[in-house]
């Protein structure tokens, strides 16, 4: 399998690339932030308890992301791959993550580091706030997701480093030149 760990802080086009990501490699996608967004749409248990961490900016606890994210690998085991939007976020997760795909004798292809300075992640976001309606983009929250980031998932890039399966890219720029290079990444892995 081609598993791909698209990485990088609140804003910094996870999501847009994955959408290119999916159609260039046809991975499946599993996207931790969607899939609380749907729990949270559906009023399921899940999704009340993710709410409350997601509108204050913080991260929801990795016991529960971890569960959710269990039962969505073993759905997906045979496919061509995967690429994990927005998960890990923590060390705990990025473990887990090796721990559950070793169970299915695979791994962690690649990882990809997307890089974008603040201002110009808290420029996006504002502006996707305008239109999305999302309660975290509002810029109290989004100070304080970068925060949470600096703090609790930046440490996860030397975790894959060590791995030598780390490639930082610069996420600045048009999306096609952002994509080009994250293809020559994932080709050069293939
Ligand atoms: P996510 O949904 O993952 O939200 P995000 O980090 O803000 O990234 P997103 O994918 O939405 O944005 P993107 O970088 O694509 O998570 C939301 C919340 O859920 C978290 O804060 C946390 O509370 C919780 N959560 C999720 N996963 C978790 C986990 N594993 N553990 C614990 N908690 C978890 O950027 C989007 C914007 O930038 C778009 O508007 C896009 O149009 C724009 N953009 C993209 N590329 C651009 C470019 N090149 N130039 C200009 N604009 C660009």
Redo the contacts with the bound molecule.
């Keep these: 399998m081609l598993n791909v760990v698209i990485f ?1 802080p ?7 690339q994955s959408e290119n990501i999916i159609e260039k490699y046809n991975l499946a996608h599993i ?4 899939l ?1 967004r749907a729990e949270i749409s559906g009023h399921t248990q899940l999704g009340t308890i993710a709410k409350s ?2 509108d204050k ?4 606890p990795d016991e529960t ?1 971890i569960g959710m994210i269990d039962n969505k690998i073993e759905s997906l085991v045979g496919t061509k791959g995967v690429i994990f ?6 060390v705990e ?1 990025a473990e887990a993550l090796n721990e559950l795909l070793s169970e299915y004798k695979t791994k962690v292809s690649v990882m990809i580091n997307l890089e974008v300075p603040k201002d110009e992640l808290v420029e ?2 504002l ?2 706030g305008e239109i999305s309606g999302r309660s ?1 983009d509002n810029l109290e929250t989004i100070e304080k ?1 970068i925060n949470v980031y600096e703090s609790q998932t930046k440490p996860v890039i030397d975790y894959y480093k060590k791995k030598r399966i780390m490639k930082s890219i610069k ?5 096609d030149e ?1 994509f080009s290079a994250i293809a020559e990444a994932i080709d050069a892995v293939k």
């Design positions: 990088g609140p804003g910094s086009g996870k999501g847009t996207s931790t932030g969607d609380l961490f997601i900016g913080e991260l929801v992301i939007d927005g998960f890990p976020r923590t997760q996006r976001l502006k996707r975290d997701r996420g600045v720029g048009s999306i952002i």
